[in-house]
């Protein structure tokens, strides 16, 4: 651990004495704006990841109420263009930022109103904790939004949103602009007042060419960075979740451990993450499991799909229900326990985080 002993020198072993001279030296500093790594090496190197984010639970029996009177209060159109209400952690100054890289919010669609279409670099999904009704127009492609779905907008699609019934559906939306907003990258461009295509399928243009498990159109050769799948269907997850359990119950390696199935959302181009930026998965626990403590870089948010359990942060214990959602920092430790089988859906900032190759994981025991 060199890296570290000279960490130590740095922040401890270099104090000057406080001098005119010294006094001179830092007001010229500051005249020409510089800063000495020698009085900050704390923060700016950390002996691990200490984020300005902190663990917060959001309740859906407060985000709910919140936004359908959003909806009663607010019109949805051109200029705001969404009626989303972004989860600020209370660490990071009030910003509607979940975590440093990412942005959740919850999004509510009124009785036959339409979202305008729009495109941003920013990679987006909605997932959907329940309701039904709304239909999200990508690139031209009208995707049936439904309990359960996972529905992707990556980067640079046109997109909006219309509700064909007569009541109001709200769900989440993830996206990466905390990230892109520090980055610099974010571009934006208007489309149409209306969205493209008003019809109303059950399955997208996407999923009916792509959506037949193993099988690769050979029209579709090419490998695209984002994933060319427009929903991922609760039908489907829910099968995968289920069949991981009971081959468990057989004595089979099919779990990520004891009484925890997951899967991850995946480019079925690549096998990669579903968006350049953003990893979905979801997590399935059995009645009475727990998982271990873990540690790892980057920020996640879970929403809890169905069920009833706790999650552990820093050692805190929140007891969370349907709809809830939570932020779990960089390097924060955390774990999961389900009281009935309990249902999780996830994203995270994993893909930049390992890309970069700044990942790393700790877990209890293993
Ligand atoms: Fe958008």
């Known amino acids: 651990m060199t890296q570290d002993l000279d960490h130590d020198n740095v922040a401890h072993g270099m104090t000057p004495e406080d001098t ?69 952690n209370p660490g990071l100054g009030g910003k509607a930022y979940v975590s ?25 999904f909605r997932f959907v904790v329940e309701g039904e009704g709304v239909w999200t127009v990508v690139d031209g492609d009208p995707v049936r939004m439904s309990r359960g779905d996972l529905l992707l907008t990556p980067g640079w699609r046109f997109h909006g949103h219309h509700n064909d019934r007569d009541a109001p559906m ?17 571009f934006f461009e208007f489309g149409s007042d209306r969205v493209t295509d008003y019809a109303t399928p059950n399955y997208s243009r996407g999923e009916r060419l792509w959506c037949h498990p193993g099988l690769r159109p050979l029209s579709q050769l090419q490998d695209t960075v984002a994933s060319p799948i427009g929903a991922y269907r609760w039908e489907h ?17 099919a779990t990520v451990e004891q009484g925890h199935a997951a899967i991850r959302y995946v480019n079925p181009t690549t096998g990669d993450d579903v968006m350049p930026t953003i990893r979905c998965e979801f997590h399935r626990l059995r009645a009475g499991a727990q998982t271990p403590e873990r540690r790892e870089v980057g920020s996640t948010v879970f929403q809890v799909f169905d069920g009833q359990g706790a999650v552990v942060m820093s ?7 349907k709809g809830d959602m939570f932020v779990i920092p960089s390097w924060v430790s955390w774990s999961l326990e389900a009281e009935t089988q309990f249902d999780l859906f996830r994203f995270s900032d994993a893909p930049i985080m390992e890309r970069l190759n700044f990942m790393r994981t700790m877990v209890d025991g293993g």
Do not use: C
Not at 23 to 28: E, K, N, P
Not at 48 to 76: I, N, T, Y
Not at 101 to 121: D, F, K, S, V
Not at 175 to 182: A, R
């Open 237 to 253: 997850t829910d099968r995968a979740l289920t069949e991981q359990l009971l081959l468990e119950d057989e004595g089979q390696p």
């Open 315 to 321: 050692g805190v214990r929140h007891t969370l229900e």
């Open 20 to 88: 005119p001279e010294l006094r001179a030296l830092y007001q010229g500093f500051k005249d020409n704006h510089l800063n000495p790594l020698w009085t900050q090496t704390g923060d700016l190197m950390p002996m691990h990841p200490k984020p300005q984010a902190v663990p917060h639970v959001w309740r859906w029996a407060d985000l709910l109420p919140l936004a359908e009177q959003s909806g009663k209060l607010v019109p949805v159109g051109r200029g705001g263009e969404r009626r989303a209400i972004g989860l600020a």
């Open 170 to 186: 709200a769900w989440i939306d993830g996206l990466d602009i905390p990230f892109s907003q520090q980055m610099d990258v974010g």
């Open 100 to 124: 440093p890289t990412l942005w959740a919010a919850i999004q509510y669609l009124g009785p036959r109103e339409t979202a305008p279409e729009h495109r941003h670099a920013q990679n987006a």
